[in-house]
């Protein structure tokens, strides 16, 4: 059917039919980018400052233009937006609504601008705001961790390798392995910032644009450094979005490594740890039961991550420049990622706070005297034995004791000996928890000189990384400020 003034389209004009409802609905995106309508805002105001400073917009037509973005903004941040699927996305349901307000001086807005730069704009604010967000929820539980291994110094537990007991560590040294995983994590994010330092706004469609724009007055409006460098690699990249995804999956893995290590130690068999009712729950059917459903769900979220990555990749895998329709299937799995990983941080570290350390039976799973027998392969090195033949030499050791049910201290020299004449004293003198741990002295290792020393420069790292996440906040918060202001 024809439809000479286009109705049922965003911009009439070259469509004459009206559009599908199951078409309309199905590349309608206004039920979740609706999430970057306060960038969205942003990017609007600062383009019509620049269209008013270029010549292309009145001073009058302006002022009507900021005037009605600041009152849709309110009307946004109050909840009284009337959002309308059959304009497709934020943008048009803004600029529809700025036309409701102040009629043909709304039409000006877009001069010079397409959509496709305007998201790719909005999309890199937004992503800058979630590097800091990931940043900050990072930050406290690495500070949680870092309380926790102060605390911890002097408990001592097994760790493990292939989930089998290996050798005695702090468990200070154990909550400090996961605050590393973090801290580079953190640095991921921060590095990612920096390559959203440049702003796509007059690209375009995908070539710029004859009007005399100026983007560099533009883009320091925003907070960028300057304008991006190539018009069509700024609407057709989504490197960003899926840098941020990837930072995203790795931490969710770490997150799910750590919480699969609380619902381990938190099992009878374990019993390293009780996690506070706040943080678990009870079954439907066993009264008895205390189920440590944070840390699982938290486990389970992170495939959530790792799925969205894959799923943005594969989209963009195979796509032609510029601009494609599929790319906007960027946007579900970044918003869900970012809110996964702001989630998942916030409640592992209240868990992770609230939880009670049972030193106990971590002390007493870490006095098996097995997890020594390293120790004694170096004893006979220090003797001048080739480390493979020491390492045979314990190792048959090891087995007659399994075999016999002998208690590995209780050897005396002449019993190490029939299995390695160069043996040098009894078991119980050259096996020592106190000492297997002090011994390894060497940086990033588990005597408590080491791991002191680590955690002191983990605290000053952390310190350091909260004054530059604080900086940033404070010059996001001083761009907004200038955009709302102007």
């Known amino acids: ?124 604010l937004y992503l800058r705001d ?67 330092r440049h702003s796509p706004l007059g690209a375009g469609a995908l070539a710029g644009s004859t009007l005399p724009l100026d983007r560099d007055f533009a883009a320091r409006e925003l907070g960028f450094e300057a304008p991006s460098a190539n018009s069509m690699d700024s609407v057709a990249s989504r490197d960003c979005a899926l840098e941020f995804l990837a930072h995203a999956a790795i931490c969710m893995v770490h997150l799910s490594r750590l919480a699969e290590e609380l619902v381990l130690w938190s099992s009878s068999e374990f ?63 970044l918003f869900d990622s970012a809110r996964t990983l702001g989630d998942s941080l916030s409640v592992m570290a209240s868990a992770l706070d609230s939880l009670q350390v049972n030193a106990q039976r971590m002390a007493a799973a870490a006095a098996d005297p097995l997890l020594l027998a390293t120790d004694l392969v170096e004893a006979l090195v220090r003797e001048g034995v080739p480390f493979r033949e020491a390492h045979a030499a314990v190792g048959r050791l090891v087995a007659h004791c399994l075999e016999a049910g002998l208690d590995l201290l209780r050897l005396d020299r002449a019993a190490l000996q029939n299995f390695h004449p160069a043996f040098p004293a009894d078991a119980g003198v050259l096996l020592n928890l106190e000492r297997a741990l002090e011994s390894r002295a060497m940086p990033g290792a588990t005597a408590r000189s080491s791991v002191s020393a680590a955690l002191k420069a983990a605290e000053s790292e952390l310190a350091a990384d909260a004054a530059t996440i604080a900086d940033v906040d404070a010059d996001a918060a001083e761009s907004d400020a200038r955009g709302e202001s102007a």
């Open 1 to 124: 059917m024809q439809n000479p003034r286009g109705e049922g389209r965003p911009w009439g004009g070259r469509l004459r039919q009206a559009a599908d409802q199951a078409a309309l609905r199905f590349g309608a995106s206004i039920a979740f980018d609706r999430a970057l309508a306060r960038y969205d805002l942003r990017v609007s105001a600062a383009h019509a400052r620049m269209l008013r400073r270029a010549g292309i917009v009145s001073a009058e037509d302006a002022a009507a233009i900021a005037a009605g973005l600041e009152e849709i903004r309110g009307e946004i941040e109050s909840g009284r937006f009337p959002y309308d699927e059959a304009l497709e996305d934020i943008h048009m349901n803004v600029e529809a609504r700025l036309r409701q307000k102040i009629g043909a001086a709304a039409g000006r807005l877009h001069s010079g601008r397409s959509r496709n730069d305007q998201v790719a704009t909005d999309l890199a």
């Open 130 to 196: 979630g590097c800091a967000a990931a940043r900050r929820g990072i930050a406290e539980l690495r500070g949680v961790l870092l309380a926790r291994a102060s605390e911890h110094m002097d408990t001592v537990l097994p760790g493990y390798t292939h989930l089998q007991r290996a050798q005695p560590v702090r468990l200070a040294h154990h909550w400090l392995a996961f605050e590393r995983m973090l801290a580079r994590d953190s640095a991921r994010f921060a590095d990612a910032a920096r390559r959203l």
């Open 271 to 333: 019993g390293f740890v009780e996690l506070a009712d706040s943080h678990a729950t009870g079954s439907s059917l066993m009264p008895q039961k205390k189920n440590p459903d944070v840390p699982e769900l938290v486990r389970g979220k992170s495939g959530r991550a790792i799925g969205n990555l894959v799923a943005l990749l594969t989209t963009m895998k195979g796509l032609p420049l510029a601009y494609n329709r599929d790319m906007q299937e960027d946007k579900e799995p």
